[in-house]
C-alpha cells in the first residue's frame, strides 16, 4: 500500500470548516484513499472514502486531486466533537486488503 | 444493532500468563482484524481473517494466536504475555467490498506486569 503524510497537528475554531490535507504521491490506480478518526482512545471510525471523484456524505467531503497524488477532508462545520486524531489510508478495496495506519492529524477544534 | 463486540474491556496479567481476548460481529461481515495501539502510535496490524476459515499475519504477529471461529467470531490468543504486549486492542471487521470501511470495537486495554 502506498504511504502517505499528514501533519502532525491542526486548529481549528469551532463553526469554521476544517480543511485536513495529505499526501500520497505513490498512490497506484487501484488503491481507493480513507479516512478515519480516533476520538480520544475510542475505536476508530470510518469518515469517507474515495478513489478519483471527489465524494461527500452527511459527515465529511473529500477532494482528491486530479493526478491522485494528494487529498483534503473537509469538516465543514467543526464542532468541539470533531477533536480528534485523524487518518488518511491508502488502500485497494478487496477480501485480502488490509488498512495501515501512521500516525494520523490531531485536530483540535476550539471555541 | 451492536456492531463490533469485545471482551474484556480490561485486563491485567502477569508475565507468562495467557488469556485469549474475544470479538464478535454482527453485520454479518466477511473479514476481521486484530490491531493493536500504543501510546502515542498509530495502529498495528497483528492479524486478520479475509474471509471464515482463513487467517494470516499482519505487521506484527510475533507472540500472538488467532482463531477465526465462525463467521461472527475473532479471537485473539496471548500464550505466554509479556510487558511489551502491554497495549490497547481494536477488533474490526469489514464486508467484503468496504465499502462501509472497517467498523472498530472499543477495545481492550491490556496491562501486563
Known amino acids: 500500500d502506498a504511504k502517505t503524510t499528514q501533519p502532525p497537528s491542526m486548529d481549528c475554531a469551532e463553526g469554521r470548516a476544517a480543511n485536513l490535507p495529505c499526501n500520497h504521491s505513490?498512490?497506484?490506480?487501484?488503491?481507493?484513499v480513507y479516512w478515519y478518526r480516533q476520538i480520544h482512545s475510542q475505536g476508530p471510525q470510518y469518515i469517507i472514502h474515495?478513489?478519483?471523484n471527489n465524494e461527500t456524505n452527511e459527515m465529511a467531503s473529500l477532494i482528491i486531486t486530479e493526478d491522485r497524488k494528494s487529498s483534503t477532508l473537509i469538516l465543514p462545520h467543526a464542532t468541539l466533537r470533531d477533536t480528534a486524531v485523524y487518518y488518511c489510508?491508502?488502500?485497494?478495496?478487496?477480501?485480502?486488503?488490509?488498512?495501515?495506519f501512521g500516525t494520523g492529524t490531531r485536530l483540535q477544534v476550539t471555541l | 444493532n451492536a456492531g463490533v463486540t469485545q471482551t474484556p474491556k480490561f485486563q491485567v496479567l502477569k508475565t507468562g500468563q495467557s488469556m485469549t481476548l474475544q470479538c464478535a460481529q454482527d453485520?454479518?461481515?466477511?473479514?476481521m482484524y486484530w490491531y493493536r495501539q500504543d501510546p502515542g502510535m498509530g495502529l498495528r496490524l497483528i492479524y486478520y481473517?479475509?474471509?471464515?476459515?482463513?487467517?494470516d499475519k499482519g505487521e506484527v504477529p510475533n507472540g500472538y494466536n488467532v482463531s477465526r471461529l465462525n463467521k461472527r467470531e475473532f479471537s485473539l490468543r496471548l500464550e505466554s504475555a509479556a510487558p511489551s504486549q502491554t497495549s490497547v486492542y481494536f477488533c474490526a471487521s469489514s464486508d467484503r467490498r468496504r465499502v462501509d470501511g472497517y467498523t472498530f470495537g472499543s477495545g481492550t486495554r491490556l496491562t501486563v506486569v
Open positions: 505513490t498512490i497506484s490506480g487501484n488503491e481507493y
Open positions: 474515495g478513489l478519483k
Open positions: 489510508i491508502v488502500s485497494w478495496a478487496g477480501t485480502a486488503s488490509k488498512l495501515t
Open positions: 481473517s479475509a474471509s471464515e476459515g482463513t487467517t
Open positions: 453485520m454479518n461481515h466477511n473479514s
